[in-house]
């Protein structure tokens, strides 16, 4: 009988406990890395873009960007900002190490000059699809308070953690956490 309550009580902890314990582990590894991490998960707005390489296009071809069923990265930039432009390739390094996951990387332009955009994609070859964000709804929808601003939200379309500031995406760190939600 006594195996059997320790038996249920392993499965429990392996059901239940553990994946919370581990959830939990992520939000304090991300927080050591200067995340701020929301008190409660909430829906991550919804915002439209405009791919980099198809501009000038109209209104029409915008894209909202798909937050549920994928752990999705926002990261909205200007490339004046060095912060901006270090982070740039480590987003790259990061995004080829999960191309085979259910993890998207948006990387978002803040309103510069098309032409500016695209002569520092290829001045640092950066080849990560880049996304245009040409009106000021996305600083009032993540009411972002600086360049570069990143948002990691979860698979249920939640936002997980905020990050203000520039990143170093190469950390093992991150790169764990972010496999962590892929399994959530």
Known sequence: ????????????????????????????????????????????????????????????DRILLPFKGRVTLLNFWVSWSPPSRTEQPSLQRLSARLQDTDFLLASINMNEEIS??????????????VFYFPDGDALDAYKLEGLPASYLIDKAGRVTAVR?????????????????LLTE
């Not at 314990?21 to 200067?34: F, P, Q, T, Y």
């Not at 500016?116 to 699809?129: A, N």
């Not at 950390?171 to 496999?179: H, K, Y």
């Open 164 to 180: 203000i500031g520039g990143t170093d995406w190469d950390d093992p760190a991150i790169a764990r956490t972010i496999m962590e």
């Open 1 to 60: 009988m006594k195996i059997l309550k320790a038996s249920a009580l392993f499965f429990l902890y392996l059901i239940v406990l553990q994946p919370q314990l581990r959830a939990e582990a992520d939000m304090v590894r991300l927080k050591s890395k200067g995340f701020s991490i929301p008190a409660t998960r909430t829906d991550a707005p919804v915002i439209s873009v405009l791919p980099v390489e198809n501009f000038p296009a109209d209104t029409a």
């Open 116 to 129: 500016t955009v695209s002569s520092f994609l290829k001045e640092t070859d950066i080849t990560i699809p």
